[in-house]
């Protein structure tokens, strides 16, 4: 579109794109009276009437700091970010791809900087997702240095890093092992490319001591029943969130690879799903029990919606596309555990991952070797299933030590 155009012109354009992919008038009218208008109240506060980037990126941020103040809830903000990128988008392509936005920022660098991630990335035998992360986590450093005043790294030190790294520690306490090692893989591409020669830089990215680590607790047989039980599987959507939470907790699947399940992924013949994983990378197939395949089959024949799409589980309503990823799949279980009066609070592991922890507490329990219980759920080590043990609390008792080999003084032990 681009040239001086007025906003409302631009939000015209954006409601009739949506209206063709087939959102619903509902959503379609809450866009137009609430979200996009939000918009049009900020420009017409600042006296604009033409669509404005920078004025956009001014109302993003306020957003932010609202959000900060804790004025609005993330769930708001995502909304309120998500009206900004579709007028961005039709803005400057004319068109519109249903998706989902990040509400994160984005953090913008020079060309050369952009060039020199580009093809770093390309080294990288990673997930899209992963390198999604790490592309995030180097944007911000190569933005720090620019806010320094570096455009390349001709003056690039080991000083650099260690200023970036307490800059960022207070905004990422618990994922400073993430951003370093972004930043240490990043390091060996720009030595080994000859970018940079300084192999001092390595120094403040050792690899840092090993946090305590947390163990998630996991759901009950009672509580997963409960929250079964409170899906209305009369309905279509009923149907699908049925299937979606059975399928968890019987395989042990990541809410990311439901989401991605294809029809083809499914094979009827052989009881099998087969799979290959978000996260790993790996190849799994996993048995076809017949209350799974039969939830599946009730989904597909009497609730899932008419589409050309290849993926299983669909958004219930129009576009009916699929899932968009383990967040889409995340807020089907808080729905049920509220429906089931089952208490959930910030960082308490109750999350639909904790079905995946479940299932493999409950083998472990039911003395499946860990190497099985490993396998079933695609890890890449054995030793990713031993946390499994601290959550079973007969398997636990199984490795105290007794008091055989201690003495006894005085009726006590010491």
């Not at 979200?35 to 669509?51: A, N, P």
């Not at 099985?372 to 054995?382: E, K, P, R």
Request: net charge positive.
């Amino acid at each position: 579109m681009g040239g001086q155009v007025k906003l409302e012109e631009v939000i015209h354009q954006a409601l009739s794109l949506m209206k063709g992919l087939g959102v619903s008038e509902s959503n379609l009218q809450a866009s137009r009276e609430i979200h996009f208008r939000c918009i049009q109240k900020y420009f017409d506060v600042s006296g604009e009437l033409t669509f404005n980037i920078d004025l956009l990126d001014r109302y993003q941020k306020y957003q932010k700091s609202r959000l900060r103040r804790r004025l609005i809830g993330i769930n708001w903000y995502t909304i309120l970010i998500r009206a900004v990128k579709i007028l961005k988008e039709v803005n400057q392509t004319g068109t519109l791809q249903w998706r989902v936005y990040g509400s994160g920022p984005v953090f913008k660098v020079n060309t050369y900087f952009r060039d020199c991630v580009n093809t770093f990335l390309n080294t990288l035998d990673k997930s899209p997702t992963t390198k999604r992360h790490i592309d995030s986590r180097i944007r911000r450093f190569l933005s720090f240095l620019e806010s320094r005043g570096k455009k390349d790294f001709s003056s690039f030190t080991s000083a650099d890093l260690t200023d970036f790294l307490e800059y960022i520690y207070p905004f990422h306490k618990g994922d400073m092992g993430h951003t370093v090692h972004s930043l240490r893989i990043f390091r060996k591409f720009l030595v080994d490319t000859g970018i940079v020669a300084d192999t001092f830089l390595n120094v403040p990215l050792q690899k840092p001591a090993a946090s305590r680590k947390h163990v998630a607790p996991c759901f009950t047989h009672d509580e997963v029943q409960r929250i079964m039980n409170h899906v209305d599987r009369n309905s279509p959507i009923g149907k699908r969130d049925y299937a979606i939470l059975y399928l968890a907790s019987h395989t042990g699947l990541r809410g990311i690879d439901i989401a991605n399940l294809k029809l083809k992924d499914i094979d009827w013949v052989n009881d099998e799903i087969n799979i290959v994983q978000k996260k790993t990378g790996g190849y799994i197939s996993l048995p076809l029990e017949p209350n799974t395949g039969n939830a599946i089959a009730e989904y597909i024949l009497r609730g899932r919606p008419q589409s050309d799409s290849e993926y299983l589980f669909l958004r219930s309503l129009a576009p009916y596309t699929e899932l968009s990823d383990n967040r889409s799949i995340g807020v089907i279980i808080v729905k049920y555990m509220k429906m089931a009066s089952i208490s959930h609070q910030p960082n308490d592991g109750k999350t639909f991952h904790a079905l995946r922890r479940s299932m493999g507490t409950w083998m472990l329990e039911s003395d499946i070797p860990l190497s099985t219980i490993s396998q079933v759920l695609g890890h890449i080590s054995m030793n990713s299933a031993k946390h499994y043990l601290s959550m079973s609390e007969r398997k636990l008792s199984e490795c105290a030590l007794g008091f055989d080999d201690i003495p006894i003084e005085m009726g006590l032990y010491l």
